[in-house]
């Protein structure tokens, strides 16, 4: 204790102990919640990215069974919007209407008459 004129001054180091913990707890705090924020956006990014590839290559499946019906006869030119869109194709029953398939046929004006624009639209 140090006495002074007007009041007696104690030097109790603990009440400074106290603030510096709080301090630790807070940064400590702060840096836990910018590593969970980080971890949700990645994982978001992730199951982003894992969708559009499951898309291009579901694009990719569809439009070689289309081209591939075409060539067997199964489907036939100019024949339009093909729905529903066959079971072999793994699409989420909880997004009706991911894929559409359109097949027109270009005809005149094409160097074979018999050409098909066939449209495959994938939402994702």
């Keep these: 204790m140090v006495n002074c004129k007007y009041k007696t001054i104690s030097l109790n180091n603990r ?41 291009y290559y579901l694009a990719q499946a569809v439009t070689n069974w289309t081209l591939e019906q075409l060539r ?25 209407g991911v894929v559409s398939i359109n097949i027109g046929n270009l005809g005149a004006g094409t160097p074979d008459p018999n050409t098909s624009a066939v449209n495959v639209v994938i939402r994702y």
């Design 72 to 96: 067997t006869g199964a489907l036939l030119p100019g024949q339009g919007a093909i729905n529903p869109i066959p079971p072999q194709f793994p699409i989420p029953p909880q997004r009706p």
């Design 15 to 55: 009440g400074v102990a106290l603030y510096i913990t709080y301090m630790v707890l807070l940064v400590a705090s702060l840096l836990a919640a910018g590593v969970l924020r980080f971890i949700a956006s990645s994982t978001r990014l992730t199951q982003h990215k894992a969708g559009r590839i499951q898309s």
